[in-house]
């Protein structure tokens, strides 16, 4: 049973316009959230992180959105650019582990 | 330069074939943990280390070993590799667990089992 969820496995989107990738989450108890980013090749990078205390967190082009009461994140990337073109994964830290999405492949075409 | 180690990046075996797959890491971390990668599953945690002779089972420990003698060293071990192990591994570190946001990954060994 998957306790983090991105039920988009792909996204395409037009360089310059907005990016919208969500996940979802069942567990509760969750109360920090991250995404990382992951080309071909290497591996997973961390880019931006949130607090169940915050309902927003912004860094540059990045701000991931938290509602609690969905039990829902979203990370949006304006303005999308093709060098943003990557497999994003959402994460919790939970005990000695982190529970990660399954991903979602974000293309950004020129 | 700051990084996490693995090797091999890409490994070809046969079943029951034993082998190693090395992590290294020189940030002197204390936490370092292995992940594997499936398609439509995410990253699922092998096996995990808090300290120097000090690890734990994962998710999906079945199937492997590991072993922390030292502290900048995290090997993951098949003893006897299986089909259903091809997969894409992960090591990463981090200062401590809990410090969200410092969990450095190394750059992945593909591993396929015939």
């Known amino acids: 049973d998957q306790q983090v969820k991105q039920n988009s496995p792909s996204l395409s989107v037009q360089e310059g316009r907005i990016s919208i990738l969500n996940c979802d989450y069942t567990?509760?108890?969750?109360?920090?959230f991250l995404w990382y980013k992951k080309y071909p090749a290497e591996g997973p990078t961390f880019l931006i992180s949130i607090s169940s205390i915050k309902d927003k967190n912004e860094d540059g082009r990045f701000t991931v959105f938290l509602n609690k009461s969905a039990k829902h994140l979203s990370l949006h990337i304006v303005p999308s650019q093709p060098g943003d073109s990557a497999v994003y994964f959402c994460a919790a830290p939970y005990g000695q582990n982190f529970v990660f999405g399954p991903g979602t492949r974000l293309s950004v075409l020129p | 330069e700051a990084q996490v180690t693995q090797n091999p990046r890409y490994l070809i075996t046969v079943t029951g074939k034993k082998l190693t797959v090395t992590c290294s890491q020189n940030m002197n971390h204390e936490y370092m943990s292995w992940y594997r990668q499936d398609p439509g599953l995410g990253l699922r945690q092998i096996y995990y280390?808090?300290?120097?002779?000090?690890?734990d089972k994962g998710d999906v420990p079945e199937g492997y070993k590991v072993s922390r003698k030292e502290k900048r060293n995290f090997p993951l071990i098949l003893e006897s590799p299986s089909p259903n192990q091809t997969s894409l591994y992960f090591c990463a570190s981090s200062f401590r667990q809990g410090l969200v946001g410092e969990l450095f990954f190394g750059e992945g060994s593909r591993l396929t089992v015939l």
């Open positions: 280390s808090m300290n120097v002779e000090v690890t």
């Open positions: 567990n509760s108890m969750f109360d920090y």
